[in-house]
């Protein structure tokens, strides 16, 4: 379905989160109309990306060195959460084309120059999980070999980052697309819009600037941070990145909601008649998947005012700090995959057909739960370990 739509800019060169969300908004019509078509294709439609594009997604946390608007980790969640609440696949992508900006610019700004190539317009992709890849130290750089998964939004990409380039080396490497084989085994219950598709890499050369070591990015002093000095560089990597996703999972929920608030109106009870909104067990259902909604977002809202506030302090968080911020993320997931469940159940039988969007918010949350860095357990278990001063778990 092509339903384009049209995104007015604002006069001022740089939005503001107030502009960016207006346009969010705009666009959740076309995202809506569009999720069926985004499922059944396994990718988001060029009509969505190029939107994106003009919207100015992928530049919110973007530096304005190269093009972008430093607006800031509560801009990129508040435009992933809108976003997500019309299609989570989209929503999903979304956060991955703001979030990939922001990592370009924790590498080299001899690396960075190569990315941007003249362009302040680049999407880029990520993957971190290699069951097979060969890592070899060479003059001047390294060669790398391997097969890697769960490359979000790569149809699109320009540029690809590898996390993890080998089962022992987990710097971030920054590849071009050229140097990369797409192989397409995406076929999944939920998020299928995402695309997420494997990577083949055969034998590429990756020179050294285009390399970022792991502890620096853990530290939160990377070498692009040093050269450009904005504040969020400061903090470790992990601790912001980690929203990215939870913000997209209440966006979805937000959206799952509305459906089931829609979709009971005008309905009867099967065997007593009596209107599903005139159902007492309904209506608390309801209430309660709209707490808990409103609660993941408080919740996400604090940690990304306390990750702001650290950031432009130049403060240094306690361990448990940042590790509260990861238990409070893996929470909220873990809250919204409840929110879908009940949601689901009081939406009735009718709502497993495959046109109706409520299943799909619920398969696409249901994926969206797994994700790696939202463990519930290992994230509680980390917190509790330094709640009594016991140090990390060592791990065979």
């Known amino acids: 379905m092509n339903m384009a739509t049209t995104i007015e800019r604002p006069k001022a060169d740089t939005p503001t989160k107030a502009d960016m969300i207006a346009r969010a908004e705009a666009l959740l019509p076309a995202l809506r109309a569009r999720s069926a078509d985004a499922e059944k294709n396994r990718r988001i439609s060029d009509e969505t990306v190029r939107e994106f594009r003009e919207a100015g997604f992928p530049k919110i946390l973007q530096p304005k060195r190269f093009g972008g608007y430093e607006l800031g980790l509560d801009t990129a969640t508040e435009v992933i959460r809108t976003l997500s609440s019309g299609c989570g696949s989209s929503g999903w992508v979304s956060n991955l084309f703001i979030l990939h900006s922001w990592q370009a610019s924790l590498f080299p700004i001899e690396a960075q120059e190569e990315y941007w190539g003249g362009s302040d317009d680049r999407l880029s992709s990520t993957v971190s999980m290699a069951p097979k890849s060969h890592l070899e130290e060479v003059e001047g750089g390294i060669r790398l070999t391997g097969h890697w998964k ?67 990015i853990a530290m939160g002093n990377t070498p692009g941070m040093e050269a450009l000095g904005l504040p969020m560089g400061k903090l470790p990597f992990a601790w912001t990145a980690v929203w990215g996703i939870p913000s997209a999972l209440i966006g979805m929920a937000a959206g799952m909601a509305e459906e089931v608030r829609k979709g ?25 998947a709209l707490t808990d909604i409103h609660a993941a977002e408080l ?18 968080p306690s361990a448990l700090d940042g590790l509260a911020s990861h238990r409070d993320a893996a929470y909220c997931a873990r809250l919204i995959g409840k929110v879908a469940s009940t949601l689901s159940l009081m939406s009735g039988a009718t709502s497993v057909y495959l046109g109706n969007p409520i299943q799909r918010f619920k398969r696409d949350i249901d994926v969206g739960v797994t994700h790696v860095s939202l463990v519930w357990e290992e994230a509680a278990e980390n917190y509790g370990r330094t709640v009594w001063e016991l140090g990390p778990k060592v791990r065979g």
Do not use: Y
């Open 264 to 288: 009971l109106i005008g309905k009867k009870s099967l065997f007593a008649g009596e209107p599903q909104i005139e159902r007492v067990a309904n209506q608390i259902k309801l209430a309660e």
């Open 150 to 216: 769960f490359s979000s939004g790569c149809d699109f990409a320009d540029w690809f980052i590898i996390m993890k380039p080998s089962p022992t080396c987990f710097d971030w490497l920054m590849i071009p697309r050229s140097d990369v084989t797409i192989e397409d085994d995406w076929f999944v219950s939920g998020l299928s819009g995402t695309g997420s598709k494997d990577l083949i890499l055969d034998n590429v050369f990756v020179p050294a600037h285009r390399r970022v070591p792991a502890m620096t």
């Open 299 to 316: 919740i996400m809202r604090h940690r990304i005012d306390e990750l702001n506030r650290w950031a432009e302090a130049g403060e240094a």
